[in-house]
């Protein structure tokens, strides 16, 4: 059974930082991509960045470049996502995700599990 639990999320003053966790188990970690989204109030559900479980590769949106930052750790089975530079526009419930085999991408349903979400709110 797959299961990922997401944590780290709270308040935090726009230009600060945070580093949200996932702790991943089930999967088979050496095909697999964890997925970041975010969805904010009467939005629908963002595409933050990916990483490749096997290879390392990443892969971010835009709005986030240079400011977040994916990385995970093997023994622990743990993906993070350190943000910086936070702007009160990144306000949002933010979730891990994971799908099987290669391959980065930014569709959701894509990925067939996820957490249950972590909010993140950043005051101006």
């Known amino acids: 059974q797959v299961q990922l639990v997401e944590s780290g999320g709270g308040l935090v003053q726009a230009g600060g930082s945070l580093r949200l966790s996932c702790a991943a188990s089930g999967l088979t970690f050496s095909s697999a991509v964890m997925g970041w989204f975010r969805q904010a109030p009467g939005k629908e559900r963002e595409f933050v960045g990916a990483?490749?479980?096997?290879?390392?590769?990443?892969f971010y949106v835009d709005s986030v470049k240079g400011r977040f930052t994916i990385s995970k750790d093997n023994a622990k089975n743990i993906v993070y996502l350190q943000m910086n530079s936070l702007r009160p526009e990144d306000t949002a419930d933010y979730y891990c995700?994971?799908?099987?085999?290669?391959?980065?991408?930014?569709?959701?349903?894509?990925?067939?599990?996820w957490g249950q979400g972590t909010q993140v709110t950043v005051s101006s």
């Open positions: 990483i490749d479980w096997s290879g390392g590769a990443t």
């Open positions: 995700a994971a799908k099987r085999g290669y391959g980065l991408t930014v569709e959701p349903l894509r990925y067939i599990y």
